[in-house]
């Protein structure tokens, strides 16, 4: 939860304008900092403060519909979009037109701008840049066709237009001023569905002029470097790379959406932390349910928009408000045996087998009890993807490797839960 205050202190009002876009899957905590849903990319949200003091990087924001919600979250994936090539070194370097651009700090007139890196320990490969709030807009350009995990998807972006050129290895271009880019790339790359390629602008004797487009970084180098060693045939297929995929992996909690229950009325939804209403989903819309426990049931509720952007919400609500719902068809049980490291060895008294669901902030837990023949059953968290499982003592102790359950709706998997040698003895709980 680092970056997050826990408090409205150093509280701001927006820079520019209010209007944000998601440019990646991103948690809603609520004024106790609990996470009780997300956001993925594309989601347009309204800011109504946020800080870049010490106290934390963070936003609180809010969405008017399909569902009134408000939250707390990082900020550093709310961008907004520049209208056009932004120059951030003068004749030398710009930022391109589309590109998601965090705001670090400005007011109503005024803004210091950079590009978003899509995934984490990227960083961008320009420096900030101030400009005018005119140049800038809350949400993507209409050109925009979706999203993935390095950012906005444009028609295109696998081209660049020009007359390609090639060096090998690296150059370092100047400006008409003498300004010096970082060292370039001379081939044409195709990395994650976008284009990097030199292009020649003109020849002058010895030297020539060239643009570097890179539309993965958004950037656009333009200078001088000398003709000798340039190819002006492509001489093999450009180099196609896909780089690491990171997304929001907890909202798999909306996949996949069987079994799914009408809600009979507009029902609140209550955090799973401390059981605080943290929004009103609507009545007549439908929820998925992940485990029905007596009273309660664990629900996710989800929207994706037409175009991209998606909302997605969990926490309990009264099993009575859900229709055609019931606990056998809905619930993932766990059914297993916890086994001696030896024939002929006992499985001490007290043992616990420990079950986790999820990805740090959002994590679901249960125990259960092992019987004196080390039988155990539980009814897990969540009823899909994969439960990790161990055996513990009282004081929490591993007494086994970790297996990894998978599950489903409505049925039963089996596991058997080997004790590690020299473990099974009552004295080694501690």
């Given at each position: 939860m680092a970056g997050i205050a826990a408090g409205p202190a150093h509280a701001a009002e927006p820079a520019c304008f209010p209007e944000r876009t998601v440019s990646a899957a991103i948690k809603l905590h609520d004024d106790r900092l609990h996470v009780f849903g997300g956001l993925s990319a594309g989601q347009i949200v309204r800011l109504r403060a946020e800080s870049t003091a010490a106290s934390g990087d963070w936003a609180d924001i809010e969405i008017a519909e399909?569902?009134?919600?408000?939250?707390?979250?990082?900020?550093?994936?709310?961008?907004?979009?520049?209208?056009?090539?932004?120059?951030?070194?003068?004749?030398?370097?710009?930022?391109?037109?589309?590109?998601?651009?965090?705001?670090?700090?400005?007011?109503?007139?005024?803004?210091?701008?950079?590009?978003?890196?899509?995934l984490r320990g990227d960083e961008p490969q320009l420096p900030p840049v101030e400009v005018p709030c005119t140049l800038l807009r809350g949400t993507a350009p209409p050109e925009v066709m979706g999203w993935d995990t390095v950012g906005p998807r444009k028609n295109g972006r696998d081209q660049v237009l020009g007359r390609a050129v090639e060096w090998d290895g690296t150059r370092v271009i100047e400006s008409d001023a003498g300004a010096r880019s970082v060292p370039l790339r001379g081939q044409s790359v195709l990395y994650d569905g976008r284009r990097t390629a030199p292009i020649l602008v003109r020849l002058e004797g010895a030297r020539a002029l060239v643009e570097v487009v890179n539309h993965r970084d958004w950037t656009r180098y333009r200078g001088w470097t000398a003709a000798q060693g340039l190819r002006f045939r492509r001489t093999r297929s450009p180099d196609v790379i896909c780089g690491c995929s990171e997304s929001g992996e907890w909202l798999s909690l909306g996949l996949p959406r069987k079994p799914a229950a009408p809600l009979r009325e507009a029902t609140p939804l209550r955090s799973t932390a401390d059981g605080r209403p943290v929004a009103t989903l609507p009545g007549g819309g439908s929820v998925i349910p992940r485990l029905v426990d007596g009273d309660e049931s664990l629900v996710v509720w989800t929207h994706s928009g037409a175009r991209s952007g998606g909302i997605l919400?969990?926490?309990?609500?009264p099993t009575a408000a859900l229709t055609s719902v019931t606990a056998p068809a809905v619930n993932a049980v766990v059914a297993g045996k916890v086994r001696a490291p030896t024939t002929g060895t006992s499985i001490p008294d007290g043992l616990v087998v420990h079950a986790k669901w999820g990805f740090g902030e959002v994590s679901f837990q249960v125990r259960a009890t092992v019987a004196p023949d080390g039988s155990f059953r539980l009814v897990s968290p969540v009823n899909r993807g994969t439960l990790e499982v161990w055996v513990e003592t009282s004081s929490e102790h591993h007494l086994s490797a970790t297996e990894y359950v998978a599950l489903a709706a409505g049925k039963t998997a089996k596991v058997v839960l080997a004790l590690k040698p020299d473990e099974s003895e009552p004295s080694r709980d501690r």
């Open positions: 399909p569902i009134a919600v408000s939250g707390r979250t990082e900020r550093k994936h709310l961008v907004v979009f520049p209208r056009q090539d932004l120059e951030v070194r003068p004749g030398l370097a710009w930022v391109l037109s589309g590109a998601p651009l965090a705001i670090q700090s400005g007011n109503q007139q005024t803004a210091r701008v950079v590009v978003a890196p899509p919400l969990f926490g309990r609500v």
